[in-house]
């Protein structure tokens, strides 16, 4: 059904049953502005006519993805080098090297540089999140251009990035602290088990406790579930309406709470998409080199772009905003 939200200007309410095109849109006119309100079914249609007329979408993706890759080159070449080379002042042949003594050189390394380390990992790792949230929301921004106008542009792209990259870096840092925060659920299975080396001497003796463990693993995965299901939007949010990381939380979560069944099932569709695009990589892939490589690029091309514009659109129609639809070209030719 249709949640008309109210305020404070005199409301007129229209409703339009499906006459052109099989429409089935629901709109309201308050003051100047037009809100159009979508059947689920018509948001995924439209959303994958969107997608289909703006490909360049995936763009902001791929970008992520070789920037990505280079990042995690000057990461493994500089723990290579930590691990290996600091000690001997020299790049060493580890293939000439008995398995005794590379042991010994990896773990001279590691103790002589873990600060080091440490601090290049949270480095690397803090570095790859923001990159990674200044392309998404690039991405947004294209898709949100790309619903509202019916086309967008690279300059888009750079625009929104620039603009919301800190911020839903900072949302991102949120969430991930919000799902580290799941980790309470083990800990009464990692206090039962006690002493690792015990367990690992007479594994059979702490059955229970390993349930216990299983268990509490198990109830972390399905909290980190949820918790996805549930802030699916906040990012969404935080681009298309320029807000705050706390505002896109709280933005997202009552957008959840207005839209469980289209929230969740969009996320079904999306999963779902991807468990398929991992099966034939695993299946046919193996057998079939060119199989493989289409799967490794099928999320950047098409499932990554494809997501952010279905999740865009159904965030539009759901805060009752101006979409693009094509019929609405269709009929306005039809009355010269």
Known sequence: MVSVSLHTSPIFIISKGGISGGRQDHCFISGRSFHMYEDFEITLNRGFKTWTRNLNICIPFILNFFVSLILYFFFFGLMGFLFFASNTGSVVDLSTLPPAELYNMIWTGVRDNMAVSVLAIIVFSLLGMFLQAFFTAGAIGMAKKASETGDTVLSDMVKSGSKNAFRLFLTNLLVTVMLLAGIVFIVPGALTIGDLSGLIQNPEASVESMGTLAIGILVWGIYIIVVNIVLSLAPYALVI????????????????????????????????????????????????????????????????????????????????????????????LDGF
């Open 241 to 332: 309406d320029e807000l705050d990381p706390l505002g896109a939380l709280k933005t997202g979560y009552r957008f959840f709470m207005r839209n469980k069944l289209d929230v969740f099932l969009i996320w079904i569709i999306v999963i779902g998409l991807a468990f398929v695009n991992s099966i034939v990589g695993e299946y046919l892939g193996s057998q079939n080199t060119l199989v493989l490589g289409i799967t490794y690029i099928v999320p950047l091309l098409v499932l990554q772009p494809l997501t952010a514009v279905l999740w865009t659109r159904l965030y539009l129609a759901g805060e009752g905003r101006d979409l693009y639809n094509h019929y609405d070209l269709l009929s306005n």
